[in-house]
């Protein structure tokens, strides 16, 4: 069997998506800018090569939550349009995750067979939007908890004016009070992250909320024009967060590279959107696993080149900041 490595397999998986109905999801909203700025943020950074006295190999491994996985990389929020790429789509994502070590997230619409992908599959977190419809909030809850879903997301946008190109795709939301946030929080049994948080002023009311994590998100450029990337949010962020809750980040991570630089500003955990539906896409289940596999192990390189030997030991003084970015 002839193993994909990632650019072949992004390229081949984006080329399928773009031919089928489903292609304009991976596309970016209006002028396409957040999709240009995520690529341009992370390409501002190189590595500081530690060759002397470095280690032989490096540990990859992470606990976040109370949930150990072989690296610190998850899906990110996702349902459309996997059930429509493939036969039984989701369980060879949850499935392809599983066997790599890494971590499964749903968005809308919640997955019909949701309590048999946590049952069966990998560790599993669930989104929920900000409905303006709030008891419709506290139902999808509740399913989640009948589900066994063990991490909930609720999505603190509103995700107004949902474009992707021209296309409309926005539900009906309404911005949450942080007096609802408490509710949610009381509601939802086990973890709940707030998913695309932006600024200091959101993470500091996710923590008030008793948030038990930030998603710091762009939403794949599937909101408005002219929103940063994470990682330029991310040190005003973590000057509020303080370490007291852990920090996720996602949008335009490709390569075992950009996770490790996610890692080096202050991440805990990185999220990956169309790199799974591309894996998917190119090589079905197989793929999803070479998209985490590969990700993992290059990481693991870049590691040992930079010095580290463990996760924890990724700090900003492993990276250079280029000019003029
Ligand atoms: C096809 C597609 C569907 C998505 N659906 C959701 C969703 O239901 N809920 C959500 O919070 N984010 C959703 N997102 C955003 C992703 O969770 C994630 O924030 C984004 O895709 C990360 O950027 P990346 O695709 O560049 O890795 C979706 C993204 C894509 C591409």
């Known amino acids: 069997m002839k193993i994909m490595e990632l650019t072949e397999l992004y390229n081949q998986g984006k ?8 292609g304009f999801f991976i596309q970016g909203v209006e002028t396409g800018w957040v999709l240009k700025n995520n690529r341009t943020v992370m390409d501002s950074y190189a590595l500081r090569q530690r060759a002397i006295n470095g280690p032989e190999t490096a540990d990859t491994k992470t606990t976040v939550l109370e949930e150990t996985l ?4 998850i899906m990110s929020a996702m349902t459309m349009p996997i059930p ?6 989701l369980f060879k994502v949850s499935r392809a995750l599983k066997r790599a070590g890494s971590m499964m997230w749903t968005g809308s619409p919640m997955p019909k067979e949701l309590s048999e992908l946590v049952c069966k599959g990998a560790p599993h977190i669930q989104s929920v939007k900000c409905y303006a419809d709030r008891e419709k909030i506290l139902r999808k809850i509740e399913h989640c908890r009948e589900a066994g879903v063990r991490w909930v997301g609720i999505e603190v946008d509103t995700g107004q004016g949902t474009k992707v190109h021209d ?5 009906d939301c309404r911005p949450p009070s942080l007096d609802f946030l408490r509710k949610v ?8 992250v707030f998913k695309r948080v ?15 994590a930030v998603m710091v998100s762009n939403h794949g450029a599937h909101t408005i024009d002219y929103l940063p990337h994470p990682l330029q949010v991310l040190p005003e962020i973590s000057r509020v967060i303080r370490g007291r809750i852990p ?23 990185v999220g990956l959107g169309r790199p799974v539906l591309y894996g998917l896409a190119a090589d079905g289940e197989e793929g999803v696993f070479q998209v985490i596999n590969q990700i993992t192990l290059e990481l693991k390189r870049v590691m040992v080149m930079t ?10 003084d492993c990276l250079l900041k280029l000019g003029g970015q």
Not at 167 to 171: F, L
Not at 198 to 209: M, N, P, R, Y
Not at 250 to 267: M, P
């Open 84 to 89: 429509a790429m493939a036969q039984n789509g």
């Open 307 to 316: 010095g580290v030997d463990c996760i924890e030991k990724i700090t900003p």
């Open 70 to 73: 072989l690296a610190p990389v």
């Open 185 to 192: 929080r009381d509601m939802t049994p086990g973890k709940l």
């Open 15 to 22: 080329k399928a998506m773009l031919a089928a109905d489903y």
């Open 247 to 269: 920090i996720f980040v996602d949008g335009g991570f490709r390569r075992g590279t950009d996770v490790f630089k996610a890692l080096a500003l202050g991440a805990d955990l």
């Open 198 to 212: 932006l600024s200091k002023e959101d993470a500091a009311l996710s923590l008030e909320a008793g948030a038990d």
């Open 167 to 171: 296309r409309i795709i926005a539900s």
